[in-house]
């Protein structure tokens, strides 16, 4: 107990002595629960900016989203494309005249150089044919029809398809109608041309011995009596002979039996199947086994 009341003594003395002394004395006191929260969720510096924190405000605006959507073409000038028949707006329209050293699409008639893509009058163009050449007819059809028909001696055998205008030949189809019969055989067509190309079916004899001249070897089973059709999307776009009828040996007379044949170049179109097969008004007749112009129809050369 002695003790205790001396070291009580003493702490009074000592409070006294820092009064008179006007000197402020600062006792120890426990952190505050709210003071070691702030402390542990302060941030380091150096993490974000000066101290870690990062500059508060209003929040940016966000961009203006189209209304509708866009669509964009390039090349030529004209009417509203393919964008306006969606329903969407046009950030170039199409159609028109092709640009001289561009392209345009879908539509239009080409220009100097230029290239186009489907639609009307418009069309691929290659050099020295040029032209107002459409990937597709007004109807909307490929512009295909036979140019080059080849029935020579043995299993040589090749036909010539010709593109007025650039196209595709997926869903299209050779159709062989074998004496007189109304219900053909059919051969699936693949790939697709320019204006102005070819596409040339052989016999697999004839594609070893012209293959330059040749674009697919296949089986072609037709002979000189048998009818022919050229068809897309169902639709038939050119005919050669007369489907349903057997006229004997061949057409005409022995035209379309062993001999090689050439559209005449006043022909431009396919030939519709009710049309009666005039062999001399569309096709001019050449001797077994002429392949000197197959793979290229030029007229030039044709007399």
Not at 111 to 119: D, E, N, S, W, Y
Not at 186 to 210: I, K
Request: charge should be negative.
């Amino acid at each position: 107990m002695r003790q205790r009341g001396i070291r009580k003594r003493w702490f009074v003395v000592g409070v006294l002595w820092a009064c008179a002394c006007d000197q402020q004395l600062d006792l120890p006191q426990a952190p505050t629960k709210r003071a070691t929260s702030a402390a542990a969720n302060r941030p380091s510096d150096g993490i974000t900016g000066a101290a870690g924190m990062t500059q508060e405000g209003d929040p940016p605006e966000r961009l203006p989203l189209p209304t509708e959507p866009q669509l964009t073409s390039f090349g030529g000038e004209g009417g509203q494309g393919l964008a306006e028949d969606m329903g969407m707006e046009a950030t170039r329209p199409r159609g028109g005249a092709g640009g001289g050293s561009g392209s345009s699409t879908l539509g239009g008639a080409a220009g100097a150089g230029g290239t186009q893509r489907a639609g009307g009058a418009g069309g691929m163009t290659t050099a020295g044919i040029g032209g107002e050449a459409g990937s597709a007819s007004e109807s909307g059809l490929p512009q295909l029809y036979f140019s080059e028909y080849v029935e020579g001696s043995g299993s040589f055998k090749a036909l010539e398809i010709y593109a007025a205008a650039a196209c595709s030949l997926e869903g299209c189809e050779l159709q062989t109608f074998s004496n007189g019969k109304a219900e053909p055989s059919r051969l699936a067509l693949h790939g697709s041309l320019l204006a102005g190309q070819t596409h040339v079916l052989c016999s697999s004899t004839l594609a070893a011995a012209q293959p330059s001249a040749c674009n697919r070897s296949t089986s072609l089973t037709f002979n000189g009596d048998d009818a022919l059709a050229l068809s897309c999307g169902a639709v038939t776009l050119d005919v050669f002979g007369e489907i349903g009828v057997d006229p004997g040996d061949s057409w005409a007379d022995g035209a379309t039996l062993d001999h090689t044949l050439r559209r005449r170049c006043s022909v431009t179109q396919g030939r519709a199947a009710s049309e009666p097969f005039d062999v001399d008004a569309e096709w001019i007749t050449f001797g077994t086994d002429t392949f000197a112009d197959l793979g290229r129809r030029d007229c030039t050369a044709t007399p």
